[in-house]
């Protein structure tokens, strides 16, 4: 697929079910707890500095946030879970929402891909096992992005890695892409598994 990623031409805010994205434009869905780095991963994939809004508020604003990339992709990014100071009736709205955009959305075969980010450093919190193991029974295809490597040495990547790739939660031959925001690392490989997913 030829694309031109500096041409992001719509962002549009989902708040309810009814506001999800009709348009025949494969989704590529970006999940993960709060400060994870799900909007700089999206700001990396498209060049930007501040198109998805890097949040020094966590969790605020609970909506499904759409970018149409050159009028072929859409980029996903979900509300941040696991926000400790969030409210219940936040969380309800939360798994309402997420939930909702698997369970009741028409066009949940518009989803190509799930990519799961994880904090290189912490690893797997129990909200990450539990939306992965919500993603095994979706059956939609994910991979793992581990976040924040830059502040990684050389011992604690390779720990790190390994430790998330042994968890026996994964669906066998899961990916696992290494990524920084600060340093790019991971950029290409992540847009080589979008296109590996959006090309027919
Ligand atoms: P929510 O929107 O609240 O769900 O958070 P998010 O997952 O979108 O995280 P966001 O991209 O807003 O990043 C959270 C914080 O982590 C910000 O202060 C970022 O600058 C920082 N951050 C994100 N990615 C990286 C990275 O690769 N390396 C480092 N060092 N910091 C990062
Ligand atoms: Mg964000």
């Known amino acids: 697929m030829k694309i031109n990623t500096n041409n992001v031409s719509l962002k549009i805010s989902a708040g309810k079910i009814s506001q999800l994205i009709h348009a025949p434009i494969p989704q590529i869905v970006f999940s993960g707890r709060s400060n994870v780095g799900k909007s ?7 060049n930007r500095k501040d198109l998805a809004r890097v949040s020094s508020e966590p969790g605020k604003t609970i909506t499904i946030n759409f970018y149409n990339v050159d009028e072929k992709i ?3 990014d979900l509300p941040g879970y696991g926000y400790a100071k969030r409210t219940n009736s936040d969380k309800m709205i939360w798994s309402n929402l997420v939930n909702g955009f698997f369970t009741q959305n028409e066009n949940i075969d518009l989803v190509k891909l799930v990519i799961q980010l994880v904090d ?6 129990n909200d990450d ?7 095994n029974e979706t059956d939609l295809p994910y991979i793992i992005v581990a976040t924040k490597v830059d502040k990684l040495n050389k011992t604690q990547r390779e720990e790190s890695v390994t430790k998330l790739i042994s968890n026996k939660i994964l669906k066998q031959g899961t990916p696992i892409v290494l990524f920084s925001s600060q340093t790019k690392e991971g950029k290409d490989d992540i847009w080589r598994e979008i296109f590996n ?4």
């Open 197 to 200: 997913h959006t090309d027919k």
């Open 40 to 46: 700089s991963l999206i700001n990396s994939l498209l």
């Open 120 to 125: 290189s450093r912490i690893g797997y919190t």
């Open 129 to 135: 096992l539990d939306m992965i193991s919500f993603l």
């Open 74 to 76: 859409y980029l996903v």
